[in-house]
């Protein structure tokens, strides 16, 4: 059985969404990845840090200190653990094998690439 024009069209169209929405933004990344692991930095970077330190204010390092906590394990971990309760209670078990995947998957590929890069000790 043939697929419509529609068909196609539709499919084209999946494929130019995959590129700029997944493709492109990974690209991206890793463009600049390299640029930081030869350690040249980016261009933008030293006037982007002169705008932050010249705004810095006590406020704003505790708001900045909060953020980061919150992004990291201190506050990851407890909403993580929190989601995978409601999920659980809910029986929605496909969802919470997700989100506990989703988690801990990066992880996984933290010590390996850390190792490659040489660093004593794992973040």
């Known amino acids: 059985m043939r697929a419509s024009g529609v068909e196609r069209r539709r ?3 999946s494929l130019v969404a ?3 929405g997944v493709l492109a933004p990974l690209w991206a990344f890793g463009a600049l990845a390299e640029d930081v692991w030869r350690r040249e930095g980016v261009a933008w970077d030293a006037p982007i840090l002169r705008v932050i330190h010249r705004v810095a204010t006590p406020g704003l390092d505790r708001l900045a200190i909060a ?3 919150a ?3 201190g506050g990851l971990v407890p909403l993580c653990l929190l989601a995978l309760g409601v999920l659980l209670a809910r029986r929605r078990r496909r969802a ?3 989100v506990a995947l989703a988690y ?3 992880g996984l590929w ?3 690439g850390a ?3 040489g660093q004593d000790r794992f973040p």
């Open 18 to 20: 995959l590129f700029l």
């Open 71 to 73: 992004g990291g394990a």
């Open 115 to 117: 190792r490659r890069a």
């Open 11 to 13: 499919g084209r169209g």
């Open 104 to 106: 801990r998957g990066p």
């Open 96 to 98: 919470a094998t997700f």
């Open 110 to 112: 933290r010590r390996p």
């Open 67 to 69: 953020v980061t906590t």
